[in-house]
């Protein structure tokens, strides 16, 4: 009976041809929009860590002097140097890391090559560990070394092969800044996207090629980059100028593997809050956050709101395409009602009918679910030729693909139900009678 | 012709009317909602940064192994390399003036603080406002083309120097007019006393340039996009910007002479390409999310109307097909094939104006929303007018071929059997 209903369809689809194709064609222009802003969206407010990212917590703390406090404010985004020190030397998480952001001139061994940029973090030695961040050859710094001011570098897997042709460079030198560092590791390829522990390098696709203890980054005066926030008499810092005591400019990551020390790790915060006060560096009462990596990309609102406007506006236009193909299907089942009146009176029941109908517009749904498809993928061809930080990323993945086919068949399904009733409704004897 | 024929036919087809007013109504909310957004868009690229930004380019570099600058000495030292550079770049055949500066508009890198009128305030006071600094000398005003409206420019008399951390007095300033008019709001700014980023130490504002935009050219600048801040100040660190402007039609080859001539001044610096950028090329970057953002919405767009108009199109034909003969037995009874084209066109108005009165309905509504979760003001009228207008028109143009095609049907099909 399916094979049947199937064929029926085809042989209506054939019958009006243009008509098919206008609503093949809105279909698929609807679902090939809102599949590639869909995609991208799916892509931007992915998790960067899967299966980590629920470890890993964001503290929070108010330095700010009284001036324009409300308490309903909430803490800076970052944290100063003392602060960050203080918690990170509390070791009060199973790991914690403290860090910024910036750039190091490179000056290879290779005279080939001129003098370059590279992006670096100064961290921590936790950072590794706790970000799962993967070696190649070699390892982190260990905390003896930061504390050290160790002039060592652990360097990110396109450096390594652009520099030393891939091959295991641990022990070799690197000069960055006037300034000689040993390799102590090459990370392989690593990128969580987004580039959740700073945001402020910009969101996505961005990694660090070097990565040098931050002890020695504030002895080297190793220029940073990124924002600095400062109050009172806090001066902001450009590049190799620190910001002053009273800015922050820091990240603060700790890993703290059950709920119930996170519970515990924001009652140390707000004891801290409540012990600067006491000492009097900090003036307002304890504000404090602890955030996960998810919670804290949702309240710093990561990904673009034109991102989202867009995805709002391929629904919309969804939308309307499938109000356009439920109008159209509406006034073809209509004009088929001397075709439908006669199969009534040779018995078919309206369960019959209404199966044949939904089964032609599922048809509809299924081409232009394949053409929603390909528009997708050309969709999303067309973002990564954009020269925004997320482009490279617009990829489409298996379960979006499986989404794509079902939100069609669902759709066209959806739009069908309405016509294919009213369709049914239909008396057979008025129909032969007119004939 | 009366309206009575039309509306009962129409009664006869309601679910078809009700999906194609619908389908004009969110239309018609979609397109006016996403093309003031891409009127906003327009507007934000195209606003002038009161600049002349013709022949003009930003050289950004660093040196390697220079001092530190947190020293006196170091600081001399580096002031001393800074002015070797600008004297070098400004001996240049094809360059007209060069001015250090630590940022220029739409660079999205900026020295942000305060100003206000009573000394040691700090931002979230009344008496201040944000703004951008820029620390720069006294050729900023050839380099960049600013247009100064009252007072004086700087002097090289006025020009300083501190290192890029030093809290340093800042005696004489200039301000946008912007600024100044709503730091002073009755009366000239020039001569007045200002005080910058918190410091009880006065500045005294020696004149006021037309128009110059802030460094920041996202929306989190929005609320002092113009209140920019000029002090005369070269700033000493192991970085240095500074803007050049070349002569009449000289750019490329400006541009072109830099490295070389940095690299003969002092060979320990990193240039790299992005290093020279002519500000053409600084403004397409910055706007360049907007410019893709404002080209989708009008794609989407194109495309909408042309689905709907498409859909009229095919809605209208079915229904001309099914009245075929009713349209024959008209034409017999005596009506013109003008009165059965009009006949159509006023279905559609009809139908297209209950869509239109709903769309705008839900196009206010939609801008309230959008208004509520993101940064929008409210749709002027204007915007929803001309929607409305539009989609008035696109239904009138897709019902025209499957109208003239049913004033077409000859008279005689009525005396025939379908």
Not at chain 1, 83 to 93: E, I, Q
Not at chain 1, 178 to 186: A, E, L, N, Q, Y
Not at chain 2, 72 to 78: F, T
Not at chain 2, 171 to 190: C, E, H, N, R, W
């Amino acid at each position: 009976m399916f094979i049947y209903y199937l064929d029926l369809a085809l042989r209506s689809l054939r019958r009006n041809k243009a008509l098919t194709a206008l609503m093949v064609l809105a279909i698929a222009l609807g679902i090939g929009a809102s599949m590639t802003t869909l995609t991208v969206l799916h892509v931007l407010s992915g998790d960067p860590l899967p299966g980590k990212s629920a470890q890993l917590y964001y503290p929070q703390v108010d330095p700010q002097d009284i001036k324009g406090m409300s308490p309903s404010k909430e803490p800076p985004d970052q944290v100063t140097l003392i602060d960050g020190l203080n918690l990170l030397h509390a070791v009060r998480a199973d790991h914690q890391a403290l860090m910024a952001g910036g750039s190091v001139p490179l000056q290879p061994e290779q005279s080939s090559l001129d003098p370059f940029y590279v992006d670096a973090r100064y961290t921590t030695a936790d950072f590794f560990v706790m970000f799962d961040a993967p070696f190649l050859y070699g390892r982190g710094w260990t905390e003896a070394d930061g504390d050290a001011k160790a002039r060592q570098v652990v360097i990110a897997k396109a450096l390594n092969d652009k520099l030393f042709a891939g091959e295991n460079s641990v022990g070799r030198t690197l000069r960055m800044a006037g300034t000689s560092f040993r390799i102590v590791g090459v990370l392989d390829s690593w990128q969580p996207n987004p580039h959740f522990y700073d945001l402020n390098t910009g969101s996505y696709a961005y990694s660090e090629q070097v990565f040098v203890p931050l002890q020695t980054m504030l002895d080297l005066h190793l220029s940073r980059s990124g924002s600095n926030d400062c109050w009172g008499n806090g001066g902001g810092g450009t590049d190799n100028i620190l910001p002053s005591d009273e800015c922050v400019w820091l990240q603060f990551w700790v890993q703290l593997d059950s709920p119930a020390k996170a519970v515990a790790y924001k009652e140390f915060l707000t004891h801290y809050s409540q012990d600067q006060k006491t000492l009097g560096r900090f003036q307002r009462a304890p504000n404090v956050r602890l955030r996960n990596v998810m919670q804290w990309l949702d309240y710093q609102m990561v990904v673009p709101d034109d991102v989202r406007l867009q995805n709002g506006l391929a629904f919309g236009f969804l939308l309307v395409c499938l109000v356009n193909t439920v109008g159209l299907m509406l006034a073809k089942f209509m004009r088929r009602a001397a075709e439908l009146g006669v199969r009534r009176a040779l018995g078919a029941s309206r369960r019959a009918l209404f199966a044949q109908l939904l089964i032609e517009s599922g048809v509809v749904g299924l081409v232009g679910g394949c053409g929603g498809l390909l528009l997708a993928m050309f969709g999303l061809w067309l973002v990564r030729q954009r020269p925004s930080d997320y482009a490279a990323l617009a990829h489409l993945d298996l379960s979006m693909l499986f989404i794509t086919f079902v939100l069609a068949v669902c759709a066209t399904l959806l739009a069908g139900l309405l016509p294919a009733w009213r369709a049914c409704q239909i008396a057979p004897a008025l129909q032969l009678k007119s004939n | 012709m009366t309206m009575h024929p039309i509306l009962a036919a129409l009664r006869k087809h309601k679910a078809g009317v009700v999906l194609i007013s619908l389908q004009i109504a969110l239309t018609l909310a979609i397109v006016c909602n996403a093309v003031f957004i891409i009127g906003q868009r327009i507007e934000r690229v195209n606003r002038p940064t009161g600049l002349d930004e013709n022949n003009l380019f930003l050289i950004s570099q660093q040196w390697v192994g220079a001092p530190g600058g947190d020293d006196p000495a170091g600081v001399e030292k580096l002031d001393v390399m800074q002015r070797e550079d600008l004297a070098a770049l400004r001996n240049l055949p094809d360059v007209a003036s060069v001015a250090p500066s630590n940022s220029i508009p739409l660079l999205n890198s900026s020295w942000t603080g305060s100003v206000s009128i009573k000394p040691g305030q700090q931002l979230g006071d009344k008496s201040g406002t944000r703004t951008a600094y820029y620390f720069t000398d006294d050729q900023v005003f050839p380099a960049l083309g600013l247009r100064l409206v009252a007072g004086r420019a700087f002097t090289a008399a006025d020009v300083q120097h501190q290192g890029a951390r030093d809290q340093r007095d800042r005696p004489v300033i200039i301000v946008t007019k912007a600024l100044a008019d709503k730091l002073f709001p009755q009366g000239s700014a020039v001569g007045k006393v200002i005080y910058s980023d918190g410091s009880s130490s006065p500045s005294t504002i020696i004149g006021v340039v037309e128009r110059m935009q802030i460094p920041a050219s996202g929306s989190w600048g929005n609320d002092f996009t113009w209140y920019s801040t000029l002090v005369p100040t070269r700033l000493d660190s192991n970085f240095a910007r500074y803007v050049v402007r070349a002569k009449p039609g000289r750019l490329d080859a400006a541009m072109r002479a830099v490295p070389a001539t940095l690299y003969g001044v002092n060979p320990m610096r990193v240039l790299d390409d992005d290093s020279v950028k002519s500000f053409a090329d600084i403004r397409a970057s910055a706007y360049r999310a907007d410019v893709g953002m404002a080209i989708l919405m009008g794609v989407v767009c194109l495309i909408l109307l042309c689905v709907t108009a498409a859909g009229i199109v095919g809605l209208t034909s079915f229904w001309v097909g099914q009245r075929h003969r009713q349209i024959g037995v008209r034409r017999a009874l005596g009506a013109r094939k003008i009165d059965i084209l009009h006949y159509f066109q006023i279905e559609n108005l009809l139908i297209a104006g209950v869509g239109v009165v709903l769309g705008v309905l839900l196009a206010v509504g939609l801008n309230i929303w959008l208004m509520t979760h993101y940064e929008m003001t409210r749709i002027p009228a204007l915007y929803v007018l001309t929607g409305v207008l539009a989609m008035l028109a696109i239904g009138q143009a897709a019902v025209f071929v499957p109208a003239r095609r049913a004033s077409n049907v000859p008279p005689v099909v009525a005396t025939r059997a379908v």
